[in-house]
């Protein structure tokens, strides 16, 4: 008996330490899985779509090339490219996004719990950054221009800016089909219902006037 118990904990141990076991999304177990976005059953990602009622429009996305509306109270625009826009992604564990910024336009601190992120400036200039876990909180920043690359690890406070002039551009990629999205100030101030403003009082030390005004803003998702 104990040689079996010896045994599965060596399997367990060496399954934990695979690197499948720590990939954001499942592995697929056959060519593709195209997403059935019109199903009703549930599950843990997309039902697959009968393979033969997939075509080639399953796998293209078009429209990369317009520039998003930029005019909102951030100055930028996130044109998504994941599993829901393209239902070829499913169970190939990536998705990208275009992303527009006006002059001064901001990409507001936020994570993405399931993926980490791959930036390319295309366009402009960007003022990024992300910053660690607890307890160091170090800040990571940089200035990127046309033909720079950053990466933001999975689950890590991040933004972008736009510092120049001009309008900027970004492709960027995630290591998931469906990155996931926690905007801070979104999911802090704007939570429905709202949080209790006792407990971000004394959070973020603020008195309960500036609080219930932050909380009474609208919150933008773009």
């Not at 009622?53 to 996130?78: A, H, P």
């Not at 991040?158 to 926690?182: K, M």
Request: net charge negative.
């Amino acid at each position: 008996m104990a040689a079996n118990h010896l045994i599965l904990l060596l399997a367990l141990v060496a399954l934990s330490s695979s690197p499948a076991a720590f990939a954001a999304d499942p592995n697929q177990l056959q060519d593709f899985c195209v997403a059935d976005n019109k199903s009703n059953i549930f599950v843990n990602g997309f039902v697959c779509k009968d393979p033969n009622l997939v075509t080639e429009n399953d796998f293209l996305i078009r429209g990369l090339n317009q520039s998003g509306n930029t005019m909102n109270q951030l100055g930028s625009k996130v044109t998504p490219v994941f599993v829901q826009q393209l239902p070829g992604l499913n169970t190939l564990g990536v998705a990208g996004a275009r992303i527009d910024y006006a002059a001064g336009g901001l990409i507001p601190p936020h994570t993405h719990p399931r993926a980490s992120e791959l930036l390319f400036v295309i366009k402009g200039t960007l003022y990024v950054g992300f910053v660690t876990s607890n307890p160091d909180n170090k800040l990571f920043t940089k200035v990127l221009y046309e033909g720079d690359a950053f990466v933001f690890p999975q689950g890590l406070i991040h933004f972008q800016f736009n510092n120049g002039e001009t309008d900027a551009v970004a492709l960027v990629s995630f290591g998931s089909q469906n990155p996931g999205l926690v905007v801070i100030g979104n999911s802090v101030f704007g939570a429905k219902p709202p949080i209790s403003p006792y407990v971000l009082e004394k959070a973020f030390q603020l008195d309960q006037k500036t609080v219930e005004l932050l909380q009474a803003k609208f919150w933008l998702t773009n």
